[in-house]
């Protein structure tokens, strides 16, 4: 059984074996067509705001010719809103013939990209390694959302699968930008040359209102079960891994990027306080405790709760000083440097400049850049550890349990087995009980998470 380390090790040999790939794989338009071709699979806000990131890069010509999703709607009206906007018009050649619809439309909309071209792949995480594993097929660059994956098993067999991305040197980009913020870079460089010392606690927080996202209301009459939990992933484990793996995960990844490792272990506490008529499978408070190798602590809370202080940051405390990670979400960062732990300006030993360029369109220039440049590009396994280091916290609230690492990943438990046999007219994975309701984490009461499907 793969454990951590093994993990850790595999994902470096799979990075060693992309940088030895010789020209005879190289991934390369035809001479006289530079042309970069993009299909949209999953046309949601965030899949629409990837692919207005990707039409804006301005270093040759790149199209978005297919989209696909499961709701004719967002189909229709993300393809005018894009259309719509004057200087991206001649970058949108998306007929109606391009326009796919259905859980096999991600197929469809490959098919009409040629090797070497582009697929974004925003749909619901729970369907990220199927889709993944068909662009792999394909030969087709990837751009995917974050969470790549919610628990163990789809954790490592995305590892198995990117093993072939790296053997063809397809780039891969993964949707945790905040990696790509200029001004965190530079960070992260200083706290590694040791300007604040030794890095022994990190803290962060996502302190907001509720978010409707993922605070689900009851099932409405005139749609499925499955698609009304699609149309609502953010509350349901199966599809998502909830509030957790997709809010929280920028905040845990930095924290992890700064100290230049991955958690051994967690434990964490939360609950569902002021849920009224919320069906959805979320807690609304999170307090997370992550602990590295070296003793080292990272502590994460998030919260959903109205009338409450907000914030949104990260902070990274050393033996000789301190640093913000961020302090305005995921842009600006305004990432800074004190010389001891009071972070107040006359304590302020160094700051990234103002204004800093928007790490969303960043992340979407280094990828243009390395698909024509024929760069290595695989951010795949750090995504996929980000992904599984968010989800332990997730577990370790939900069952309130301390776990491991090791023991994460070597879970059995996958929250939708079989999910590439999915219809569209067939039962979801998680059925409501005879009130309309799912079931909700029991911590203490209920010590494992199979129970949550």
């Given at each position: 059984m793969s454990n951590r380390r093994e993990f850790i090790k595999r994902s470096g040999q799979a990075a060693a074996i992309g940088a030895m790939v010789t020209g005879a794989a190289r991934q390369a338009h035809a001479?006289?067509?530079?042309?970069?071709?993009?299909?949209?699979?999953?046309?949601?806000?965030?899949?629409?705001?990837?692919?207005?990131?990707?039409?804006?890069?301005?270093?040759?010509?790149?199209?978005?010719?297919?989209?696909?999703?499961?709701?004719?709607?967002?189909?229709?009206?993300?393809?005018?809103?894009?259309?719509?906007?004057?200087?991206?018009?001649?970058?949108?050649?998306?007929?109606?013939?391009?326009?796919f619809l259905g859980f096999e439309a991600y197929r469809e909309a490959m098919d009409c990209l040629r090797p070497g071209d582009i697929v974004i792949l925003a749909t619901p995480p729970a369907f990220r390694w199927v889709q993944y594993k068909y662009a792999i097929e394909k030969g087709l660059n990837v751009f995917m959302e974050k969470p790549v994956t919610i628990d163990g098993p789809t954790s490592l067999r995305m590892l198995d699968i990117n093993k072939k991305a790296v053997e063809k040197n397809l780039k891969v980009a993964v949707g945790l930008m905040c990696r790509h913020c200029r001004g965190r870079r530079e960070l992260f460089d200083r706290i590694q040359d040791g300007q604040i010392g030794e890095l022994n606690m990190l803290r962060a927080y996502r302190l907001a209102g509720p978010t409707a996202s993922a605070a689900v209301m009851p099932k409405p009459d005139g749609i499925s079960e499955l698609m009304y939990q699609i149309k609502n992933f953010h509350g349901f484990l199966w599809l998502s891994g909830g509030a957790v793996s997709d809010f929280l995960i920028h905040n845990i990844d930095e924290g992890c990027w700064m100290k230049n490792d991955w958690p051994v272990k967690a434990m964490a506490s939360g609950g569902r306080h002021y849920?009224?008529?919320?069906?959805?499978?979320?807690?609304?408070?999170?307090?997370?405790?992550?602990?590295?190798?070296?003793?080292?602590?990272?502590?994460?809370?998030?919260?959903?709760?109205?009338?409450?202080?907000?914030?949104?940051?990260?902070?990274?405390?050393?033996?000789?000083?301190?640093?913000?990670?961020?302090?305005?979400?995921?842009?600006?960062?305004?990432?800074?440097?004190?010389?001891?732990?009071?972070?107040?300006?006359?304590?302020?030993?160094?700051?990234?400049?103002?204004?800093?360029?928007?790490?969303?369109?960043?992340?979407?220039?280094?990828?243009?850049?390395?698909?024509?440049?024929?760069?290595?590009?695989?951010?795949?396994?750090?995504?996929?550890?980000?992904?599984?280091?968010a989800s332990l916290g997730r577990m370790a609230a939900h069952t309130g349990q301390e776990i491991t690492l090791d023991q994460f990943l070597n879970c059995e438990h996958e929250f939708a087995p079989g999910i590439e046999s999915l219809t569209l007219d067939g039962p979801s994975p998680l059925q409501a009980n005879a009130e309309g309701k799912y079931p909700v984490p029991m911590p203490g009461l209920v010590k494992k998470q199979e129970y949550l499907t």
């Amino acid at each position: 059984m793969s454990n951590r380390r093994e993990f850790i090790k595999r994902s470096g040999q799979a990075a060693a074996i992309g940088a030895m790939v010789t020209g005879a794989a190289r991934q390369a338009h035809a001479a006289e067509d530079n042309t970069i071709q993009i299909a949209l699979v999953g046309c949601g806000g965030r899949g629409t705001g990837a692919a207005q990131n990707a039409l804006s890069v301005d270093n040759g010509p790149i199209k978005l010719v297919a989209m696909a999703d499961v709701f004719e709607k967002n189909l229709r009206n993300k393809y005018e809103a894009l259309h719509g906007v004057k200087k991206f018009q001649a970058r949108v050649d998306v007929p109606e013939e391009r326009r796919f619809l259905g859980f096999e439309a991600y197929r469809e909309a490959m098919d009409c990209l040629r090797p070497g071209d582009i697929v974004i792949l925003a749909t619901p995480p729970a369907f990220r390694w199927v889709q993944y594993k068909y662009a792999i097929e394909k030969g087709l660059n990837v751009f995917m959302e974050k969470p790549v994956t919610i628990d163990g098993p789809t954790s490592l067999r995305m590892l198995d699968i990117n093993k072939k991305a790296v053997e063809k040197n397809l780039k891969v980009a993964v949707g945790l930008m905040c990696r790509h913020c200029r001004g965190r870079r530079e960070l992260f460089d200083r706290i590694q040359d040791g300007q604040i010392g030794e890095l022994n606690m990190l803290r962060a927080y996502r302190l907001a209102g509720p978010t409707a996202s993922a605070a689900v209301m009851p099932k409405p009459d005139g749609i499925s079960e499955l698609m009304y939990q699609i149309k609502n992933f953010h509350g349901f484990l199966w599809l998502s891994g909830g509030a957790v793996s997709d809010f929280l995960i920028h905040n845990i990844d930095e924290g992890c990027w700064m100290k230049n490792d991955w958690p051994v272990k967690a434990m964490a506490s939360g609950g569902r306080h002021y849920r009224g008529e919320h069906i959805d499978q979320n807690f609304d408070s999170y307090a997370m405790e992550f602990t590295f190798a070296d003793g080292a602590k990272l502590m994460v809370d998030g919260r959903t709760i109205p009338g409450c202080k907000q914030e949104f940051a990260t902070f990274a405390h050393g033996s000789k000083g301190s640093a913000i990670v961020s302090t305005a979400g995921h842009l600006p960062a305004k990432s800074r440097i004190f010389k001891n732990q009071d972070m107040r300006p006359e304590n302020m030993t160094w700051e990234f400049p103002q204004p800093e360029p928007n790490p969303y369109q960043l992340e979407w220039d280094d990828l243009i850049a390395a698909v024509r440049n024929d760069e290595t590009y695989n951010e795949v396994e750090r995504g996929v550890m980000a992904s599984a280091v968010a989800s332990l916290g997730r577990m370790a609230a939900h069952t309130g349990q301390e776990i491991t690492l090791d023991q994460f990943l070597n879970c059995e438990h996958e929250f939708a087995p079989g999910i590439e046999s999915l219809t569209l007219d067939g039962p979801s994975p998680l059925q409501a009980n005879a009130e309309g309701k799912y079931p909700v984490p029991m911590p203490g009461l209920v010590k494992k998470q199979e129970y949550l499907t």
